[in-house]
């Protein structure tokens, strides 16, 4: 068994204003992030499938070209490969769970 304080993972800022502390498991990458009101994710898309979980604050999302605000308790599940976006209307806090594995969040 595996035992983490997320206070005691370092935080990496991944693009201005985002900041993450990562778990991984053999099959699934948990993202803990802290995100600064105004912040901004471009459009992208990846081949793990992604579940959104806004803990949080409000978050803009953009799924497919599909646009939605998020408050404190929305979920959203991406499909892999799916084009989407993201940008904070106020400080937020996300945990974003993936799989397979992000190697490039290690």
């Not at 497919?64 to 993201?86: F, R, W």
Request: aromatic share 8%; charged share 25%.
């Amino acid at each position: 068994m595996e035992s983490y304080k997320l206070q005691q993972i370092e935080s990496k800022e991944m693009v201005p204003g985002f900041h993450a502390r990562f778990v991984h498991s053999p099959a699934m990458t948990f993202a803990y992030w802290d995100i600064e009101a105004g912040s901004s994710l471009p459009d992208h898309s990846h081949e793990h499938e992604q579940v959104l979980n806004l803990l949080e604050g409000r978050f803009e999302v953009t799924v497919d070209g599909e646009k939605q605000v998020l408050e404190p308790g929305s979920v959203v599940v991406l499909p892999s490969n799916i084009p989407h976006s993201g940008k904070a209307i106020t400080d937020c806090r996300i945990l974003d769970v993936f799989h397979p594995v992000r190697e490039d969040y290690r």
